[in-house]
């Protein structure tokens, strides 16, 4: 009596749904990319703001015209920078009340570097704390969910 062994057909493995294996390594990576980048943001936002302090110069500003916007002006100034240059340019989200008239003078600092960009009024000084909190707070919860995730999506060997 002949015995025929009989062979048993493998069963596949069900394919695995959802993203595993490289790529989700490849959105962690993503992702701790993406935290990193914000928090790089914060930091040039905190250095941007010490420049300021630092390195602002202040001078008197002459209102040229006044355009009212949502509870507050965009006023346009001239000015005079410590060099001699004539600068004419525009403040924005001025907030005062009374509402300024032409004529007014202004306290004002600027940017030596830029004195036609970048200016301030010298009672509202710029702020940035709660914009540096914001980013480093979402940096830190985009590389907390990149860290949840790549455990979540990590190959697990049976």
Not at 7 to 28: I, S
Request: aromatic share 8%.
């Amino acid at each position: 009596m002949r015995v025929a062994w009989v062979r048993k057909p493998r069963r596949r493995r069900p394919r695995e749904r959802g993203l595993r294996g490289r790529a989700g390594l490849w959105v962690t990576a993503a992702g701790l990319v993406l935290a990193l980048a914000v928090g790089c943001g914060a930091f040039a936002v905190q250095r941007y703001q010490a420049h300021m302090r630092a390195s602002g110069v202040e001078t008197v500003a002459t209102v040229k015209e006044v355009l009212a916007i949502r509870g507050g002006y965009n006023l346009s100034v001239g000015f005079t920078t410590a060099t001699g240059r004539e600068v004419s340019t525009e403040l924005d989200d001025f907030p005062r009340d009374p509402q300024p008239a032409i004529g007014d003078r202004l306290a004002i600092r600027y940017d030596p570097d830029r004195p036609d960009v970048t200016l301030w009024d010298v009672r509202d000084p710029p702020e940035f704390a709660g914009a540096t909190i914001f980013l480093i707070c979402l940096s830190a919860v985009l590389a907390a969910a990149s860290a949840v995730f790549f455990a979540l999506t990590r190959r697990r060997r049976p």
